[in-house]
């Protein structure tokens, strides 16, 4: 728990590996790192796991400050509060290789700004600490390495991005690296970062009857928010594993064939936050995102609004913009970078119209 409050924006660090792939040979990859081995990285990290669902494309877990999900050679941590979530990747990187024979190939960590900056522990105290962590943490091989902060007009929100890539490969599984990269590129990722929540929106996230463990548990609480707030209808064909928190917050996990979307929310007046984050490709229903995310914006109601679209070359970031202005949220700044293995990262910032 913060100094003032609970910090709802997340860091999220996503690692990609190669080795045997299992596009081509079966194998379950990293999905074969046993559940105790998660739970002493999240242990290092700060934060548990309340509850999972899997297929056969990947394994999603909530946890008890947001999410990961394991596919066979990618892995995505997400936290929020005080956690230390790049205290993972050096055990993450250790078990890969010294029990699975993957070897890591990029990283790739974001962030928004804090609320509560101060309260952060290290080595997450500042951008530029987390930066040199890193450095300090990732193998040498990914040498090509870029960090920068994107701003806005909006001086609460700005979008910290790292990443870092090795190079060529020059061993037998780079026919099989060549061929993901190329599945990759038509891939894009999402991440909406929403605060000033509706006031009436936001009180569906506390949860009622508190104290009756039994009828109220967090998975029950989770289901009758995912209902009773329209959670559910924002991709109706996703499987939901959801958690309400007590006496607030939710967590949800949505896993739909090979993608996955997550939404987690901080209800309390003063520093309310919920997240929404999505992977596509760009050869999906173009109709399909705008669709999903003009939902997300009417669940929330949001005052101000940001989104980072993460995509090797698309212009998708237009069809975010349009999708929020049809609900009121008009675009106050655009930018854009390149980054190494990422692709082009688009922050755009949004607040509601009735604001100058």
């Known amino acids: 728990m913060a100094a003032s409050g609970f910090e709802g924006f997340e860091k999220r660090i996503e690692l990609h590996f190669f080795g045997d792939d299992p596009l081509f040979t079966g194998s379950m990859g990293l999905r074969n790192l046993d559940f105790e081995s998660l739970e002493e990285i999240l242990h290092a990290v700060q934060c548990t796991v309340v509850s999972a669902v899997a297929n056969r494309h990947f394994d999603a877990y909530v946890l008890s400050e947001s999410s990961l999900f394991v ?5 995505i941590i997400k936290t929020c509060g005080t956690t230390q979530l790049l205290k993972s990747v050096r055990p ?7 029990r699975l024979g993957l070897t890591v190939r990029m990283c790739r960590y974001t962030r928004g700004s804090f609320i509560f900056p101060k309260a952060q ?8 600490e987390e930066v040199i962590f890193l ?3 990732l193998p040498s091989r990914l040498c090509f390495r870029k960090a920068c902060v994107m701003p806005s007009n909006v001086c609460s929100h700005s979008w910290h991005v790292f990443t870092a890539c090795d190079g060529d490969d020059d061993d037998d599984s780079s026919h099989h690296h060549e061929l993901a990269e190329d599945q990759n590129d038509a891939l894009y990722t999402i991440e909406v970062c929403m605060t000033e929540l509706d006031q009436a929106s936001a009180r569906k996230f ?11 548990s967090g998975d029950s609480a989770g289901r009758e928010m995912t209902g009773l707030t329209g959670i559910g209808d924002i991709n109706p064909r996703a499987l939901i594993c959801d958690f309400g928190f007590d006496p607030c917050g939710y967590s949800m996990n949505g896993i739909d064939g090979d993608r996955y979307s997550t939404i987690h929310v901080t209800p309390e007046e003063g520093f309310s936050y919920a997240s929404y984050e999505c992977v596509g490709s760009i050869y999906d229903d173009p109709h399909e995102i705008s669709r999903v995310l003009k939902k997300v914006a009417q669940v929330f109601r949001p005052g101000t609004v940001s989104v980072a679209t993460t995509c090797a070359s698309h212009d998708l970031w ?4 349009k999708a929020l202005e049809l609900v009121g949220l008009k675009c ?5 970078d390149e980054f190494p293995a990422a692709g082009t990262v688009v922050f755009q910032t949004f607040t509601t119209t009735r604001r100058k």
């Open 135 to 137: 450095e300090e943490n």
């Open 206 to 216: 506390f949860r009622r009857g508190a104290g009756d463990d039994e009828k109220y």
């Open 121 to 128: 522990p290290f080595p997450h105290t500042s951008f530029e």
């Open 332 to 336: 106050r700044s655009c930018s854009a």
């Open 92 to 98: 993450l990187v250790h078990l890969a290789s010294n």
């Open 71 to 75: 596919y066979p050679t990618k892995i």
């Open 318 to 321: 237009r069809r975010v913009a």
